[in-house]
Every structure is written in C-alpha cells, then in structure tokens.
C-alpha cells in the first residue's frame, strides 16, 4: 500500500486558533468535505476536534462524502504536570470521536496527532524560541507525560504520532532528536514547520525515517517567515502574512523531497496542507477550491 492522500481543515481557514469573530465567512464541515472529495482527496483531518461531527454524525458524513478520518491534532503542556493532569480531559474527548471511526476505516486508523504546548515565551517567538528551551527536568517531565498519552492512546486500539510544531518546545531539529531519543512515540514529519524551525527537509527524512508514522506536507516561504520573525511577529504574523503557499509557490524542494519519501516506502497519511488565517469578510473558500485541486494535482506523479 501506498501514502493516502489527506487534505485538513486548517486549509480552509478553520484549526483550534482560528478567531472567534462573527465576520468571518468560514466554511461548513460539509463544504470542507465536498471540497476534499471534489478534488480527489482519500481522507481530512478532524480539524478542532467536533467539527466534522461526533458519533453517528461523523460516521456518516465522512461515509457521504468518501472520505476516512486521517487524525486530528491534540496538544497538551507535556513539560508542566499539573497543566497535563488537568489537560487530560482534552485527549480523552478526542479519543471519542477518533475511536467512533475504528470500525468503518476500511484502509487506515486515524492517528491522534499529539503536541507540545509550549508557553508564552516559546508561542511568542517561532523559529526556535530565542533560546528558551526545556532543561534536563524538563525533558524528563515531557517524557514521562508523553508515555502517559501515549498509555491513554494505545488503550482506545489507536497509535500516536507527535507533531514537532512551532512555538512549541519541540520545533529545531535538535529539539526533535531529543524527543525521539527520550520517547516511543513516533513523528508526524512537518515540512512547512520543520522548515520554520530551521531544519532542511531532505536531511530530516533521512536522520529521522525509521520514526516517521504520518506526513503533513506543507510549502512555505521562507524568507517571508523570517523577515516577520525579525520583526518580533508571532506564529499569528506567520499564518496571516501569506507564509503558507500552494506547492511550488515556495521553498519546499518537493520533486526532490518526494522522490525520497516514496523510495523510502512509506506508508501512511500523507497530509497536505496549506495553512489560511481567516480574514474578515472575505469569503476564501472559491481561491481554497482551487489550491486544493491544483495541490493534489501536484502529487499525482507519486499517489
């Protein structure tokens, strides 16, 4: 078996930071949906966890439109024990709604997609957190919570992937082999965010394959993202000042990158996504069609 081909919500303009603002023009689960399976995606990510439905609900909209459920994003204080003990709730209503899909994903289970939070300083400067990161305790603290998660997942019959993320105190390639050095759980391979946090695309899948259960494959510019970062802009300045583009738009090197993927067999979701930071009132959903269609026309040569 091949990658799947997956699409998101966060494309769409919809993810857990989006603004709550009545003039914004967002568009319905079903829209996102009909959009995926119009343009010749397998699978969507659950976005904010409910927004494609619970129970019932999202077995038969995911049915409707032929699609699987590829995962959805969880990220919980993993270097602070009282925040995670109190954060544990978050994972379990996850779980519920990753687990009512178990016996109807014909092909692939989704993957709950965990995260680090990080904290005021680390989500005020991406690219690396000026250098502010975790110390030896605080390394040990993250471990032993990601276990934990990753106890809490296993139980449900799903396994874990981490997603290395910006603003977050796993985000530079050395932050991400001291993850992986110091847990089991294996990695949700970002290239938008690996890129933002310094690494190169082609040396990361190489150093960090064997540990590699999921794919979001983002194209970003680059410069773009460090002229703002400069500017003491926020991950928020990233999203909203067009950091994120279609594929060949920006800096990701993706026929090379792709070459390699593949010639690595793997095997898994292959998540693409181009992230929107809403803005308001425009309705972006005509433009958001479109990149999809020409996104996955992309990939065509590989899956």
Request: with cysteine; glycine share 10%.
């Amino acid at each position: 078996m091949s990658a799947t081909v997956a699409g998101a919500p966060v494309s769409f303009g919809v993810f857990e930071l989006t603004p709550d603002s009545d003039d914004l023009i967002l568009p319905t689960a079903d829209q996102v949906c009909a959009t995926l399976q119009e343009t010749g995606y397998a699978g969507v990510d659950s976005g904010p966890i409910g927004f494609l439905g619970r129970g019932a609900e999202l077995r038969e909209r995911l049915a409707r439109y032929g699609l699987e459920l590829c995962g959805g994003w969880v990220d919980l204080p993993f270097s602070d024990d009282v925040a995670f003990a109190a954060a544990l709730p978050t994972l379990d209503a996850a779980l519920d709604v990753f687990t009512t899909v178990i016996e109807t994903s014909p092909s692939r289970l989704p993957l709950p997609t965990l995260a680090d939070s990080g904290d005021a300083i680390r989500k005020a400067n991406p690219g690396g957190g000026a250098g502010h990161t975790l110390d030896a305790d605080g390394w040990a603290t993250l471990a032993k919570n990601v276990a934990a998660a990753a106890v809490r997942i296993r139980d449900r019959g799903l396994e874990p992937t981490f997603h290395h993320h910006a603003c977050t105190f796993v985000e530079t390639p050395e932050e991400i082999d001291r993850f992986l050095e110091v847990t089991d759980v294996d990695l949700t391979f970002d290239s938008g965010h690996l890129l933002l946090g310094g690494g190169d695309v082609l040396d990361g899948w190489h150093r960090w394959r064997h540990r590699i259960n999921h794919l979001h494959l983002k194209d970003v510019r680059v410069q773009l993202a460090r002229d703002i970062v400069a500017r003491k802009g926020g991950m928020i300045d990233v999203w909203s000042g067009g950091t994120f583009v279609p594929f060949g738009v920006g800096d990701l090197p993706m026929t090379t990158f792709l070459d390699e993927v593949f010639a690595s067999d793997f095997d898994g979701w292959l998540v693409v996504e181009q992230d929107l930071y809403p803005k308001p009132g425009i309705d972006s959903l005509p433009q958001v069609r479109a990149d999809h269609a020409s996104n996955r026309d992309a990939l065509r040569a590989w899956v």
